[in-house]
């Protein structure tokens, strides 16, 4: 029996603003003490009017804003950490594993096909073995693996097989948020972070999201979203947490 019921993510009192330097130093409070629980396995959908913070929120659990107050209470794979003040090298580790950010923008390292912006991330998310205990054939070994993997789940997400070589830099808008949601679904993170994973999306292709979301909370990901469209929202989120 699994005796900790401790919340996945906990967010404490969490205050950020921004100054507006080009507009004279304008202070800009978007997040004051907002707090919010997710448990492994639950879905929290963020609601509110356009910019309220949903995204801000999203980027000071992924490390990319820090926070001015508050704690950011997540539980790794390590133990616990709290994000707000974890040191830049920690959040790279809890990047790697732990926590994944599906954006509506792709960012990729430029000339680096689809298939391996996905796959990389699945051997980046491995333990690095020892340089003894790894070869070349070993590597390589790693590398097909999670390449088998990128390319079922670019199959599912109807990516056409012609473009896996390819890098996505040419990509259509909804081809690159689904490599994308590849890369972000392809590991088993312990907390997906998904602003407008859907956006771009014709029907067939955000059902695969909905069935992904669905996989990942069976598996006890905590997920919070940002879902604009109230159908997937609907069908992913245990609740709705409004901010603002
Ligand atoms: N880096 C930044 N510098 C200055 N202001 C910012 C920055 N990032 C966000 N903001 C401001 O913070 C506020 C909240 O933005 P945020 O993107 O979090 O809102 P949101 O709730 O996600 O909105 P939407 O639903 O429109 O995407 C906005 O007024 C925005 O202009």
């Given at each position: 029996?699994?005796?900790?019921?401790?919340?996945?993510?906990?967010?404490?009192?969490?205050?950020?603003?921004?100054?507006?330097?080009?507009?004279?130093?304008?202070?800009?409070?978007?997040?004051?003490?907002?707090?919010?629980?997710?448990?492994?396995?639950?879905?929290?959908?963020?609601?509110?009017?356009?910019?309220?913070?949903?995204?801000?929120?999203?980027?000071?659990?992924?490390?990319?804003?820090?926070?001015?107050?508050?704690?950011?209470?997540?539980?790794?794979?390590?133990?616990?950490?709290?994000?707000?003040?974890?040191?830049?090298?920690?959040?790279?580790?809890?990047r790697r594993r732990d926590i994944a950010?599906?954006?509506?923008?792709?960012?990729?390292?430029?000339?680096?096909?689809?298939?391996?912006?996905?796959?990389?991330?699945?051997?980046?998310?491995?333990?690095?073995?020892?340089?003894?205990?790894?070869?070349?054939?070993?590597?390589?070994?790693?590398?097909?693996?999670?390449?088998?993997?990128?390319?079922?789940?670019?199959?599912?997400?109807?990516?056409?097989?012609?473009?896996?070589?390819?890098?996505?830099?040419?990509?259509?808008?909804?081809?690159?948020?689904?490599?994308?949601?590849?890369?972000?679904?392809?590991?088993?993170?312990?907390?997906?972070?998904?602003?407008?994973?859907?956006?771009?999306?014709?029907?067939?292709?955000?059902?695969?999201?909905?069935?992904?979301?669905?996989?990942?909370?069976?598996?006890?990901?905590?997920?919070?979203?940002?879902?604009?469209?109230?159908?997937?929202?609907?069908?992913?989120?245990?609740?709705?947490?409004?901010?603002?």
């Amino acid at each position: 029996m699994n005796l900790d019921t401790s919340p996945r993510l906990s967010v404490r009192g969490l205050a950020k603003h921004f100054t507006l330097h080009l507009r004279g130093g304008a202070r800009l409070q978007v997040l004051e003490d907002t707090s919010l629980d997710i448990g492994a396995g639950e879905c929290v959908a963020l609601v509110g009017a356009s910019g309220r913070g949903k995204s801000t929120l999203m980027k000071c659990l992924f490390g990319s804003y820090g926070a001015d107050a508050g704690a950011l209470r997540f539980e790794s794979s390590a133990g616990p950490v709290d994000l707000a003040t974890a040191s830049p090298q920690r959040m790279i580790e809890l990047r790697r594993r732990d926590i994944a950010y599906v954006s509506q923008f792709l960012r990729a390292v430029p000339r680096v096909p689809a298939l391996d912006v996905v796959a990389q991330r699945l051997v980046d998310a491995e333990p690095v073995p020892a340089a003894d205990d790894l070869d070349d054939a070993g590597h390589e070994e790693r590398l097909e693996a999670a390449r088998d993997a990128a390319r079922a789940l670019l199959a599912r997400l109807n990516l056409p097989p012609a473009l896996w070589d390819l890098p996505p830099a040419t990509f259509s808008g909804g081809e690159q948020q689904r490599v994308n949601i590849a890369r972000g679904f392809v590991q088993a993170s312990r907390l997906l972070l998904l602003d407008e994973p859907t956006a771009s999306l014709d029907a067939a292709n955000r059902r695969v999201v909905v069935e992904l979301i669905h996989e990942a909370k069976a598996r006890g990901a905590a997920v919070v979203g940002i879902f604009h469209d109230e159908e997937v929202r609907d069908a992913v989120a245990d609740r709705c947490v409004e901010l603002g």
